[in-house]
């Protein structure tokens, strides 16, 4: 089955599920398409070439199946891939199509708020290597301060959907503790699986600082960005159609995948 002139959503596991499901309730008029690369999870500690070569892989895979434009709801992929997407590869193969990211509109919305002096950034190693959230946020604003950890237990811990309760606080903590005690205001959950865990970090954190997740930033500014480029939206089909591929059939992501969805969810293998 093929669903033409689509919004494609790719991550390497569940957590752009997240985003998938908050664009669908926000837009949900459009035909959409999520590919998760579970089978080649995670992406966060993988070289540049790999993490590159996976995105582009996952981009065609998209592409050929009908979408127009892509998002790429995986900071790694956004972090390490996209520049070289848009600049090189588009151009080259999909010149009439778009490929875009997570953390640039999550770093739009956090700057223009002018209550954020110091962000604390969660994500994975490379994400958070790639340093690509200072070097947005000093484009906007030099003022603010960012202060990064990498948390590289969390994603599998989420996908398992097995660790305990005190396991889950102790890891959080160790991670959080580094960005606290710079007295942050605002808390960027720089990976969409960190999303799963919002309100056990929230406690953590407190009130004082300001947790943002990328699924509440994303489908505003997806929505800002089709009004600016309508001869982009124009060519994406309104049947609200919705298709689910995975890289791998695996009882776990189907069970917690349709917990949050709260219902059954047909997916589908994909090679890439």
């Known amino acids: 089955m093929k669903i033409n002139k689509s919004i494609g959503v790719f991550d390497s596991g569940l957590g752009g599920l997240r985003i998938f499901k908050s664009l669908t309730d926000s837009l949900p008029d ?14 966060g500690s993988r070289s ?7 995105t582009v892989e996952a981009v065609d895979f998209l592409f050929k199946n009908g979408c ?10 956004s972090a390490e891939s996209l520049r070289k997407i848009q600049q090189e590869y588009l151009p080259k193969n999909y010149p009439e ?4 990211g997570v ?6 919305y956090v700057a223009n708020d002018l209550k954020s002096k110091k962000v604390g950034v969660i994500g994975t190693q490379n994400t958070i290597n790639s340093k690509v959230f200072i070097k947005e946020f000093h484009k906007i604003n ?3 301060e960012v202060f990064q950890k990498a948390s590289p237990l969390l994603v599998p811990l989420i996908e398992s959907g097995e660790g305990s309760t005190e ?4 890891v959080l903590k160790n991670y959080l503790r580094t960005l606290t005690s710079q007295e942050i205001d605002t808390l960027i959950l720089g990976c969409t699986h960190y999303g799963f865990w919002k309100e056990k970090i929230k406690r953590i954190v407190g009130n004082n600082v300001r947790v943002v997740c990328e699924e509440d930033v994303v489908p505003r500014k997806l929505k800002d960005y089709l009004q600016r480029h309508p001869e982009i939206e124009k060519n994406i089909n309104k049947e609200g159609e919705r298709l689910f ?3 791998d059939f695996s009882y776990n992501f189907k069970y917690l995948a349709e917990k949050f969805f709260q219902e059954k969810i047909n997916f589908k293998k994909s090679t890439l």
């Open 30 to 43: 459009y035909n959409y398409i999520y590919l998760g690369d579970n089978a080649r999870l995670p992406y």
């Open 48 to 54: 540049f070439d790999v993490i590159y070569k996976f």
């Open 68 to 77: 127009e434009i892509v998002i790429l709801a995986c900071n790694t992929a």
């Open 97 to 100: 199509k778009r490929v875009l």
């Open 103 to 108: 953390i640039v509109p999550t770093v739009e």
């Open 142 to 144: 030099s003022e603010i």
């Open 167 to 170: 396991i889950e606080n102790t």
């Open 245 to 247: 591929y995975l890289t």
